[in-house]
């Protein structure tokens, strides 16, 4: 139960004002863990996003190093014959 800081009426854990006089109670803890759980499942969610860009960029500089080395050697394979 809250109690009211004003008029000392016992209102319910969820009230957001006093049901006697009206006067704003404290925010309920719930609503403040839902608020941390929502900013931290949003920095997982960006860490994922970087990983999935960085692997991409790794993988496309691998394959234009690969034909980029491809290419070299191919053409002195054939400048030889």
Same mark, same amino acid.
């Given at each position: 139960? $809250? $109690?009211?800081?004003?008029? +000392?009426?016992? %209102? @319910?854990? #969820? =009230?957001?004002?006093?049901? %006697?006089? +009206?006067?704003?109670?404290? /925010?309920?803890?719930?609503? /403040?863990?839902?608020? #941390?759980? @929502?900013? %931290?499942? /949003?920095?997982? =969610? &960006? /860490?994922? !996003?970087?990983?999935?860009?960085? *692997?991409?960029? !790794?993988?496309? !500089? *691998?394959?234009?190093?690969?034909?980029? +080395? *491809?290419?070299? +050697?191919? =053409?002195?394979? =054939?400048? %030889? &014959?």
């Amino acid at each position: 139960m $809250k $109690k009211c800081p004003k008029c +000392g009426f016992e %209102n @319910t854990e #969820d =009230s957001l004002f006093c049901e %006697n006089c +009206g006067t704003k109670l404290d /925010q309920p803890k719930i609503t /403040q863990k839902r608020v #941390d759980h @929502t900013s %931290n499942s /949003q920095d997982k =969610s &960006h /860490q994922k !996003v970087i990983m999935i860009l960085s *692997a991409v960029i !790794v993988i496309l !500089v *691998a394959l234009i190093l690969f034909f980029l +080395g *491809a290419r070299s +050697g191919h =053409s002195t394979t =054939s400048s %030889n &014959h």
